[in-house]
Nanobody, 120 residues
Framework: QVQLVESGGGLVQPGGSLRLSCAAS????????LNWYRQTPGKQRDLVAG???????NYADSVKGRFTISRDNAKNTVYLQMNNLKPEDTALYFC??????????????WGQGTQVTVSS
């Protein structure tokens, strides 16, 4: 059974940094695309950053230049380094793994989320 477990969230002041981690277990492998999403109450879940099996990356415009996604295939872990955090980055952050043989939404695996709060 596939499991994704996020960690690293917390409370940070504006301008601060956090590093989120997502550890995958089960059949997650290096061929999976790994993504970070975030969601605030009453709003849809939005893509923050993604990294392919070949380590190509993409970012939401709002986080470009501040966030960096990376992966360690040996550890089955994906990271999100978040710098220069802003109050509008406050959200519940989710890790998502997309299998290579199915691009449909229902094939994706999701973690439970980790809360990031940016406030002074």
């Amino acid at each position: 059974q596939v499991q994704l477990v996020e960690s690293g969230g917390g409370l940070v002041q504006p301008g601060g940094s956090l590093r989120l981690s997502c550890a995958a277990s089960g059949i997650i492998g290096s061929r999976y695309e790994l993504n970070w999403y975030r969601q605030t109450p009453g709003k849809q879940r939005d893509l923050v950053a993604g990294i392919t099996s070949g380590s190509s990356t993409n970012y939401a415009d709002s986080v470009k230049g501040r966030f960096t996604i990376s992966r360690d295939n040996a550890k089955n872990t994906v990271y999100l380094q978040m710098n220069n955090l802003k109050p509008e980055d406050t959200a519940l952050y989710f890790c998502m793994a997309q299998p290579p043989n199915c691009r449909a939404t229902y094939c994706a695996y999701w973690g439970q989320g980790t809360q990031v709060t940016v406030s002074s």
